[in-house]
């Protein structure tokens, strides 16, 4: 409602709340042109422990130049700064400008990269995407991509007493691990090496007093890039089981794609299997220019770098092929973070910086 109501005020001539809770906001020129989509995600990672905070973080705080509090780098910042670019540009230009200028706030980027932002994407078709998380006011020009993947070694249950009656799906597991680590994946000279990595284990049944695991289930973070797809994946893990499988007796295991549900704050349910891809853009294209000479207008140097971690550029850049770039306000190092903050000074560069981007991108 918040937004809504700041959008209805500040004069945008559409805006749409999705099925998923998704807003969209849309300013349009006086002549017909491209659509420039400034994408943010308005939720947020919870607080694990209150205690470990020494600042609030709900209170907005300021201190020391900087704005403390849960989201305020990730990502809530850096979409008031493009709200406030976006109405300065408007206010300066007023509608003497070619093109449509979108805002959105996307929900569930947190656990589902880019699935909420299908349906913007279908529903607008922007020309251009400017993923507004924290590039320490870099243009970013790609990420890895991330998938989750289950395995599953099963065994067969016995009383712990007589372990030689069963089979141990725990061991069995013990196996495939050391194997997995020796998976060589491809590097890409931009976003680095995608990566295989291990980041929970759980036998079945859990307790287990007295019985022998017949299952053990094991998931992997992978980091893609943008030659992988969740199939060839796949592959490269299968082909490991299926080794294991012809050296130890009674040996069974799968592999899958983890698949999840969430309710929206709407009461719909998203539910996506998690595998988000790798984007690329050209570093060099003419919209990389007009973003690079906006940012050095604004007196940034021209510094171009990668994200490290997955974005909604999985879904525009990944999936639906659209020229992304990202830029914002603040590090990566303070999402997700206790005592989180944003600097001041970078929300108001950032600011300045898209206000230059709507200059340069709607007049090529």
């Keep these: 409602d918040f937004l809504k109501d700041l959008f209805t005020q500040m004069g945008f001539d559409e805006i749409n709340i999705d099925r998923y809770g998704s807003i969209v906001a849309v300013m349009r020129g006086e002549r017909p042109g491209k659509k420039l989509l400034f994408d943010s995600h308005i939720d947020t990672v919870g607080i694990p422990k209150l205690e470990d905070w020494t600042k609030d973080p709900f209170g907005g705080q300021i201190e020391d ?31 003497d400008f070619a093109g449509e ?24 078709q922007p020309d251009y995407v400017i993923i507004c998380e924290t590039t320490d006011l870099k243009l970013n020009y790609g990420q890895r991509g991330r998938m989750e993947v289950s395995i599953e070694t ?9 372990p030689e009656k069963g089979i141990n799906a725990v061991y069995h597991m013990a196996q495939v691990i050391p194997e997995l680590r020796k998976i060589e994946l491809d590097s890409d000279p931009d976003l680095g090496p995608a990566i295989l990595e291990l980041v929970d284990i759980c ?9 022998i695991p017949a299952r053990c289930r ?61 984007w690329k853009s050209d570093p060099e294209s003419t919209e990389s220019l007009a973003i690079l000479s906006a940012m050095e207008k604004a007196g940034l140097p021209p510094s171009k770098s990668v994200y490290s971690f997955c974005t909604n ?13 990202g830029f914002g ?13 944003i600097e001041i000074s970078q929300l108001e560069k950032a600011a300045e910086v898209y206000q230059n981007i709507c200059e340069n991108l709607l007049s090529l």
């Design 203 to 211: 036998s079945e049944p859990y307790p287990g007093a007295s019985v």
């Design 65 to 95: 130049g900087r704005v403390y509090g849960r989201g305020c780098s990730d990502m809530k910042g850096p979409m008031a700064a493009a709200i406030s670019g976006v109405e300065a540009f408007v206010r300066k230009n007023s509608r």
């Design 218 to 278: 094991a998931t992997y973070d992978v980091r893609t890039l943008t030659t992988d797809s969740a199939d060839s994946i796949l592959a490269r893990i299968n082909e490991v089981l299926d080794r294991l499988s012809q050296r130890i007796p009674d040996f069974k295991a799968s592999a899958s794609l983890v698949e999840s549900s969430e309710v929206c704050y709407t009461g719909e349910t998203i539910t996506a299997e998690r595998f988000f891809p790798a």
């Design 329 to 341: 306000p603040s590090q990566e190092t303070q999402c997700h973070m206790d005592d989180e903050y």
């Design 101 to 124: 200028i979108l805002i959105s706030g996307v929900v569930h980027e947190e656990c589902f990269e880019g699935v909420a932002a299908r349906e913007i994407s279908q529903r607008y």
């Design 154 to 162: 099963i065994g067969k249950p016995c009383h712990s007493s007589s």
């Design 313 to 325: 550029g999985s879904h525009y850049g990944g999936e639906a092929g659209l020229t992304v770039y």
